[in-house]
């Protein structure tokens, strides 16, 4: 089965600054997609940003960008400029691309505080 | 708007006693789910459909009930609530292959069970 692993719980960053969020992912497949989703505390979920594996380039939004190491199975997500409103739960997950794949797989969460 | 309406918001309930929590999406969307969101766990999903009146267990499909009558409707049903269900929920949907683009997911239930 596939787990996705957050190992930060909690992190805060400097408004303007660059903060980094972790992912690691156990997966056997060689074809599957990653998503970093945002919860703010209106707890909406919002889709961040979407990488498809077998695209070596890393996918970009705008300040959002992720580091994508598909042989470490490594996912990371980069804040650039934080700015107030990024502050929020932020939940990296995995989508099998196969038939079928009907579930995302998510990580437990890294909480994010952005500091004025 | 493009959206997942969920009903209701807010919801505290009694131990066994059955309620409903509705969805709807007005995007034609083929694919929707339902997922709980507990602390430290993340979010688990719960039941899926593919289409009208095909649906399949997720990951904690236990005690809850799901029905696809309507293409834009997906209603989670508990038949016997219990604290243990005490939980954020969402439904979600998703144009086409499954999961692959990513749900749009409605603004959440948050269901208290005494």
């Known amino acids: 089965a596939q787990t996705v692993t957050q190992s930060q719980p909690e992190m805060s960053v400097q408004e303007a600054e660059t903060v980094t969020l972790s992912c690691t992912y156990d997966?056997?497949?060689?074809?599957?997609?990653l998503f970093w989703y945002k919860q703010p505390p209106s707890r909406q979920m919002i889709l961040v940003i979407r990488q498809e594996a077998y695209k070596q380039q890393n996918a970009t939004e705008n300040r959002f960008s992720v580091n994508f190491q598909k042989a470490a199975k490594s996912f990371s997500l980069k804040i650039s400029d934080s700015q107030l409103g990024d502050a929020a739960m932020y939940f990296c997950a995995y989508s099998y691309s196969g038939a079928g794949s009907y579930q995302l797989t998510f990580g437990k969460g890294t909480k994010l505080s952005v500091i004025p | 708007e493009a959206q997942v309406t969920q009903n209701p918001r807010y919801l505290i309930t009694v131990t066994g006693k059955k309620l409903t929590v509705t969805c709807s999406q007005n995007?034609?969307?083929?694919?929707m789910s339902w997922y709980r969101q507990d602390p430290g766990l993340g979010l688990r999903q719960i039941y899926y459909s593919m289409n009208v009146e095909v649906t399949d267990k997720g990951d904690v499909p236990e005690g809850y009930k799901v029905s696809r009558k309507e293409k834009r409707n997906f209603p989670l049903i508990l038949e016997s609530p219990s604290p243990n269900q005490t939980s954020l929920y969402f439904c979600a949907s998703s144009l086409s292959g499954g999961a692959n683009y990513g749900y749009t997911f409605g603004s959440g239930t948050r269901l208290t069970v005494v």
């Open positions: 995007m034609n969307h083929e694919y």
């Open positions: 997966t056997s497949e060689s074809d599957y997609y």
